[in-house]
């Protein structure tokens, strides 16, 4: 079974950022995209953006773009996201998920919340 | 933006019911689609993808189908663990978008 294995809850203040780590196994940072997903409370699932650590590209969701980064350390296979300027709008559970080429996420780690208070 | 919308927002259904569920693209995805569920304080789980491919484990009483911007979700026979949230996304472009989900309740 693959496992996605996220970093614990966080408590940030408004204007400030937040990074969170996303531990996979090798074989899938060597073969798949690493992508991240947030849901604030109570609602849908919104997509952020994307990384492919075996070519370092990027892709970002128009709403996040200019301050959201997603880097990935190949060492420890080790993805994380960080988002800047933090709203309270920016309450909500971050997902990491296994990202097949670009399209559906077939493994989710267990999930972070953020909290702007 | 792709946007997709689901339809209905809550279904009530009774154990062993067959169900429905439908989600519609704002412009044409091809078979662009995956569908998962979510049960309360958990991860989605991928249960199809490429519209009608079910994910390995998945019961086969969940099956998909659809093209271009009309999809639906059928699971028949409802189990317990089947009493959850759906979302569809799209995955025609990077840009993956998904629906605003269709809860499944017990009525």
């Keep these: 079974q693959v496992q996605l294995e996220q970093s614990g809850a966080e408590v940030k203040k408004p204007g400030s950022s937040v990074r969170v ?47 959201l980064r997603i880097t990935a350390d190949k060492s420890t296979t080790t993805a994380y ?8 709008e920016d309450t909500a559970v971050y997902y990491c998920a296994r990202d097949v080429s670009g399209s559906y996420f077939d493994f989710w780690g267990q999930g972070t919340l953020v909290t702007v208070s | ?30 078979g662009w689609l995956a569908w998962y569920q979510q049960r ?10 490429k519209a009608s491919t079910l994910q390995g484990g998945v019961p086969s009483r969940f099956s998909g189908s659809g093209s271009d911007t009309d999809f639906t979700l059928t699971i028949s026979s409802l189990q317990p663990d089947d009493f959850a949230t759906y979302y569809c996304q799209q995955y025609k472009n990077y840009s993956r978008t998904f629906g605003q989900g269709t809860k499944v309740e017990i009525k």
């Design chain 2, 1 to 30: 933006d792709i946007q997709m919308t689901q339809s209905p927002s809550t279904l009530s259904a009774s154990l062993g019911d067959s169900v429905t569920l439908t989600c519609r693209a704002s412009h044409s995805i091809s």
């Design chain 1, 81 to 88: 996201m960080e988002l800047s300027s933090l709203s309270f």
């Design chain 1, 21 to 67: 780590s996303c531990k996979t196994a090798g074989d899938s940072f060597n073969k798949y995209s690493i992508s991240w997903v947030r849901q604030a409370p109570g609602q849908g699932l919104e997509y952020m953006g994307r990384i492919v650590p075996a070519l370092n590209i990027r892709n970002y969701a128009q709403p996040f773009q200019g301050r």
């Design chain 2, 40 to 49: 309360p304080g958990k991860a989605p789980k991928l249960l199809i993808y």
